[in-house]
């Protein structure tokens, strides 16, 4: 069982950049690939990025590519998503998730992952 709290969310304008933190309790952290994905309102959940145990694997939304990197760093048992540029579009709830299977093409799939946090508020002014 894992535990998942993301935080860092909160209202940025067009352009800034926010952090945001996933930490994780629960039994090997290290195991897990995790991912984050975001909702928008009236939207579908939608794909991110995630990265696999060792952090040295990562794929990203190309919405997202060259702006948002992932990062997890396993001894605070925490992943990380900086955003950079951020655009209105970007307005969503983020979600961190972490899956016990493995970094594969199926990573970017909702279904793969078997833990969720409840989310953080990601607001992008325009």
């Known amino acids: 069982q894992v535990q998942l709290e993301e935080s860092g969310g909160g209202l940025v304008q067009a352009g800034g950049s926010l952090r945001l933190s996933c930490a994780a309790s629960?039994?090997?952290?290290?195991?897990?690939?995790m991912g984050w994905f975001r909702q928008a309102p009236g939207q579908e959940r939608e794909f991110v990025a995630t990265i696999n145990w060792s952090g040295l694997m990562t794929y990203y939304a190309d919405s997202v590519k060259d702006r948002f990197t992932i990062s997890r760093d396993n001894t605070k048992s925490t992943v990380y998503l900086q955003m950079n540029s951020l655009k209105p579009e970007d307005t969503a709830v983020y979600y961190c998730a972490a899956s016990s299977g493995s970094f594969s093409g199926s990573a970017y799939r909702g279904g793969h992952y078997d833990y969720w946090g409840q989310g953080t508020q990601v607001t992008v002014s325009s």
């Open positions: 629960g039994r090997a952290f290290s195991l897990y690939v």
